[in-house]
């Protein structure tokens, strides 16, 4: 075991908090006396149906998801519901809309183009950059639903709040900033979010999806991704992804006892405000494309600004070699976009985000010395 404080900036799979880890690893091989681990336990049992329900019942409570709202415990990650959702939602009227901002909602619209109809909200673009004027915004007279990714993980361009979408129901991807603010139901048909960024371990993939619109799925879509079925059958049709709902049920109490979302939130708030800030007290020498009304809290790709394309390049390597020295992994960009790109979920603490952005700011100024 390393002695050396690791800060893991990572993309996800992500961090998880270490107290939820250590909960885990004292009772993996006798969960709560039953005298074996949770993961030789069956969903049917007793106590997996606590587990199950006890979750539902915390995020219920966390997010104050209204009683009209059913939540699912899915497998098939944030991937699976980009062909979920059209295959549940789209047969009202054949038609959806899908405001593309970045690469995770194209490939959501693309996967939907499978099962209906596809109606490009926005101008096409290559460089997701922000949000274009609403006048640029084409929404049709007909869709069943309108979706949109509420944090674009690689791009780091987040929506400062929900688009509006005049009563047709409004889907959301929030894979990679659930459970870091509050959400406002009122405006919400449906939302997903695979656990591996903010809530848990790979493996299980949360849906919120109202009442109303279940019932519609289309002929073809399979059993396990049928929203209805699920609800019915309250997430055990089939065998679930029984560690990662314990793991993160254990999440959601500990998001609790921090404080819940205003915690979180406003946590968010600093940590981003922080690496923002040493990028303005760069001058330049660091810089981030995004727009700053669609900056995320939650995943800032940033490049090192330099004088050839070969300099920047050793630049970034020199300076994900240092922080690596440092403790602080992980903060390679995507492979799509490079440079560097540092990611701030609820389990990254607060201390962390300064200490990147004390490097960043020491890092900046031995380079230009
Ligand atoms: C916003 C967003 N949506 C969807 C996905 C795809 O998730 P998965 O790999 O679980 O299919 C990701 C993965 O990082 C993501 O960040």
Redesign the pocket.
Known sequence: MTEKKILNFG??PAKLPQEVLKQVQGELLDYHGEGISILETSHRSKVYSNINDGAQRKIRDLLSIPENFKILFLQ???????ASIPLNLIGKTGKADYIVT?N??R??AKEAEQYGQVNYVLPESKRFVGHPPRDQWKFSPDASYVYY??????YGVEFPEPPETKGVPLVA?????FLTRPIDFTKFGAIF??A??NIGP?GV?VVIVREDLLGNALPVCPTVLNYSIMARDNSLHNTPPVFSVYVMDLVFDWIKRQGGLKEMHQRSKIKSEAIYNAMIASKGFYSCPVQSESRSRI?IPFRIEASTPEKQTELEEKFLAQAQVKGMIQLKGHRSVGGIRASLYNAVGVEDAQALADFMLNFYKEANN
């Open positions: 993309a996800g098939g990650g944030g991937t699976g519901q980009f970045g995770w909602s490939l959501a990714c509420d944090n674009e993980t690689v991807d929030m894979s990679s900033n979010a695979g591996q960024k790979a993939t995943n």
